[in-house]
């Protein structure tokens, strides 16, 4: 009898020990997840000075400590999920995503400027592994909204710090160096107004989404703040295609079939593209654009359009490799009057920027990963009752950025804010068609303790359970 004792207590110790670790595991998740995303939004480099002179390349700078920070980030995290989420992991070994990761390869080992695309794709590389575990860290989704609420209020807060004590170099100034007739555009702690207004578009889906989930003070907050920076960014793009989102997947409670979703939510990206990079490549595109009621020049991006389509002509099989192309020396002897093109960062097209980078291979595969896998993960989880507010905010990042991509550039760019949280949406959709995550901490592991923990032992063992469970 007293050995029988002796035991349960020594389990029981076993147990509060458990429970403290977990605990702890708990903060470091959380500090984590939050730091991640801090990271991507806000970066090393804030409140650039558009000012300097010497300026160039807004991506470039404190390079060092960024990979460092990146690549820390992204062992730390792959341990944290490992413990709980080797499953869901495993899921990521898919044929559509290594054959992307395969040619990417193949594209810097073929790149014109191999030194360039080698250190572009080990940054790249660490930022998409941060981006695939971030959603299995949270253990529910009470702790995924709360994260995302800390971090969605942190970045406004930051943001508008920079408004009130460093304007400027959070407001666009008739001194910059490059686009001063932006002046008196917000930008914050971002490079480029046009970033920071797509940023706050996508913190207005977070909002939704948390105040669906219960936390109406801080989904409210978010909604309200990003609404007003978004306004005084003067995004019109990204206003137009933030409303256009929300119709369209709000009518995915309506439309049930797989290919009319497929029609409904790409049919607007087929027509986007056709519109805008399709104009300097057929005249009656470009003669159907003037009847718009829109700028047919998108702003200068034309000029930008037809020289990369004319560059992309002699290496349509690969590309000039990955990340290879702008800004590196791929672009030399340029004719008189196409100077600027030195110092052009992007096309202002991430479809046009893939197949310059990766040709039209790695087009097609990242069309069929980025594109038309997330739409059928999303079908999937929906099919599978696992749908949402939470499967609702994925898929309108998703949309957004899929739009967006026809008028800015980030896909596989690095660092980039955009890119990190398209990439989150993405891998979201991805474990949601095959998992299920549970709704609250407590709640959702009481009922199973209840019914199966006859012993301290198995007490254990439902505190430590994993945050997504197999659909």
Not at 216 to 241: H, P, Q, T, W
Request: aromatic share 8%; with cysteine; charged share 15%.
């Amino acid at each position: 009898m007293s050995r029988l004792v002796i035991t349960e207590i020594t389990e029981i110790r076993a147990m509060f020990r458990e429970v403290q670790r977990q605990q702890v595991t708990g903060v470091v998740r959380g500090t984590a997840f939050i730091g991640a995303l801090l990271l991507a939004w806000i970066s090393l480099r804030p409140f650039i000075d558009l000012g300097n002179q010497d300026l160039k390349d807004l991506s470039t700078g404190n390079e060092t400590l960024t990979y460092l920070a990146f690549g820390s980030m992204a062992l730390l995290m792959v341990a944290l999920a490992m413990r709980d989420s080797g499953p869901a992991l495993a899921t990521l070994l898919s044929p559509g995503f290594m054959l992307l990761g395969a040619w990417i390869v193949v594209s810097v080992v073929l790149s014109l400027d191999p030194a360039t695309s080698i250190r572009r794709f080990a940054l790249t590389a660490c930022v998409v592994t941060v981006a695939a575990v971030m959603m299995l860290l949270p253990k529910s989704q009470s702790e995924l909204v709360r994260w995302l609420s800390t971090a969605a209020l942190l970045l406004l807060a930051i943001c508008y710090l920079g408004i009130l004590l460093a304007p400027n170099l959070s407001i666009h100034l008739a001194t910059d160096v490059q686009e001063p007739h932006l002046a008196g555009d917000w930008r914050g702690s971002f490079g480029h107004k046009n970033v920071a207004a797509a940023m706050m578009a996508m913190l207005l889906f977070l909002g939704i989404y948390i105040i669906k989930s219960g936390a109406r003070g801080a989904g409210g907050a978010i909604i309200a703040l990003a609404s007003l920076f978004l306004l005084n960014a003067e995004g019109k793009s990204s206003i137009s295609l933030f409303l256009t989102v929300l119709a369209l997947t709000s009518l995915t409670s309506v439309v049930r079939s797989f290919w009319l979703r497929a029609v409904m939510l790409l049919a607007p990206l087929l027509l986007l593209n056709l519109l805008s990079v399709g104009t300097v490549m057929s005249e009656s595109l470009a003669d159907i654009a003037r009847l718009l009621p829109i700028d047919t020049s998108f702003t200068g991006r034309t000029d930008i359009w037809t020289f990369a389509i004319q560059a992309l002509q002699s290496r349509l099989p690969t590309g000039y490799g990955f990340s290879a192309f702008w800004g590196s020396s791929s672009i030399q002897d340029l004719p008189q009057g196409m100077e600027w093109a030195e110092y052009a960062s992007h096309s202002h097209n991430g479809y046009l920027d893939t197949a310059l980078a990766m040709g039209l291979p790695g087009l097609a595969l990242l069309i069929a990963v980025l594109v038309i896998a997330p739409l059928r993960n999303f079908h999937a989880a929906d099919r599978g009752c696992n749908g949402g507010p939470l499967a609702m905010l994925l898929l309108q990042l998703w949309l957004f950025g899929l739009y967006l991509s026809s008028m800015e550039s980030f896909f596989l760019d690095r660092a980039d804010p955009i890119w990190f949280t398209f990439l989150i949406a993405v891998f979201g959709l991805h474990y949601l068609a095959r998992f299920r995550m549970k709704d609250s901490g407590a709640a959702a592991i009481a009922p199973l303790a209840r019914r199966r923990a006859t012993s301290p032992r198995n007490r254990m063992a439902a505190v430590s359970s994993p945050p997504l469970v197999p659909m």
